[in-house]
């Protein structure tokens, strides 16, 4: 993913087919623009002070997500339930077939 000058995100990169690459692939600058994608903006900013790339996302448990990133509960168990939860399953059922 790239962003644009205008601000907006370029998915091309990271999309293929109508899915997202394989997230082990992405650099902490994909992990940040996914998240400011995917409407959280300000949250983003925890996973480039942390360096989350690709790898590490998907290594991280529930507990990381909420007490690691330092960011509010509630955005929190949104991110970890309906991103990286989902994005962990697809990387393994890609790896599997």
Known sequence: METKENGSVDTKSSVGNGQLSDPAHWAVADVVNYFKATGFEEQ???????????????????????????????PALK???????????????????
């Open 44 to 74: 983003a900013n925890a996973f480039q002070d942390q360096e989350i790339d690709g790898k590490s996302l998907l290594l991280m448990t529930r507990n990381d997500v909420l007490t690691g990133l330092s960011i509010k509960l509630g």
């Open 79 to 97: 991110i970890y339930e309906y991103h990286v939860k989902p994005l962990q399953t697809q990387h393994l059922k890609s790896n599997v077939s």
